[in-house]
């Protein structure tokens, strides 16, 4: 058997020719001492073989995403590294991995370059979850609204009893199936200000709990804290999908490992008021 042919520089960067085609991985892939040793047991078949993994990707795609070489590209984006991994490592466990794909497909909606590159993080930061249809899920804290019936600010009537956000107590009624909204370019798109403007959704310690769970579309996220140990981000809408009784499971924490694959992705959320499977509705503060 012939050697494979490569190069590897000082960084552990390896180029490997096999059947006259190259090959590149180093030592962020997550199979990088399987490759490695594919290289050293002239194994060309085995290398290409781990690097392609991602082909199943591609075919649930109709090549939407591409994989290769060990990254993950969306409509030719390089996809960040951290959501390759992950996607990966949910194919190695036989974990449903279409979730991530769908939230990708919705996170390359978002204008924002920040957004896009680290709202993953801070979702995987707080152990939030990532619904089916490609969504994602948080917490929000309300009150009990108390006053003379009046019209909030997307003109939906707010009574005594109604939940409300708890910053104002009258601006965005949150009564399980409203949907509060307001102009994109009315939220602070500021990194470094952790309560500007806008509609705020977070961790549950955030939510202090008391109050709702959302559903939040991707790219109607505004602005994500520079720090994450920041509890919320801003967004210009949201979906009221349950109350705040217990907290969610997420695709993040190790108690969804040992979620049944029948439980969907992040779902034994009896609490909320519908199946979070639909794809069709999306999400606000």
């Not at 194994?43 to 993994?53: A, R, T």
């Not at 090549?63 to 070489?69: A, H, I, R, S």
């Not at 769970?213 to 994500?224: A, F, T």
Request: glycine share 8%; aromatic share 10%.
């Amino acid at each position: 058997m012939s050697k494979l042919p490569y190069i590897k520089d000082a960084n552990g960067s390896w180029t490997v020719l096999h059947n006259s085609k190259p090959y590149q991985f180093d030592t962020t892939h997550y199979e990088y001492q399987r490759l490695v040793e594919c290289v050293r047991n002239n194994d060309g078949d085995k290398l290409v073989e781990i690097l392609d993994q991602g082909t199943p990707i591609q075919d649930w795609s109709d090549g939407q995403f591409v994989f290769e070489n060990g990254v993950l590209y969306y409509q030719d984006e390089e996809i960040h590294d951290v959501l390759t991994d992950r996607i990966i490592g949910m194919m190695k466990e036989n974990i449903d991995y279409e979730p991530m794909l769908n939230f990708i497909k919705n996170l390359y909606k978002n204008p924002s370059y920040r957004a896009i590159n680290e709202l993953y993080s801070f979702l995987s930061h707080q152990f939030l979850p990532i619904s089916s249809d490609g969504c994602f899920l948080a917490y929000k804290y309300t009150s009990i609204y108390v006053g003379e019936t009046r019209k909030d600010k997307n003109g939906r009537e707010l009574k005594d009893g109604d939940m409300v956000d708890s910053h104002t107590q009258k601006s965005y009624r949150n009564n399980i199936g409203d949907v509060p909204t307001m102009p994109r370019n009315r939220v602070d798109d500021n990194i470094n200000i952790g309560c500007g403007a806008g509609l705020h959704v977070g961790s549950a310690s955030y939510a202090r709990s008391g109050g709702v769970i959302v559903k939040v579309d991707p790219q109607d996220v505004v602005s994500v804290p520079l720090d994450h140990d920041c509890q919320k981000v801003r967004c210009c809408k949201y979906e009221v999908v349950g109350k705040y009784e217990s907290t969610m499971p997420s695709v993040f924490s190790d108690e969804y490992d040992s979620l049944d694959e029948d439980d969907e992705l992040q779902i034994p959320l009896n609490f909320l008021h519908k199946d979070l499977n639909l794809g069709s509705r999306r999400g606000n503060d």
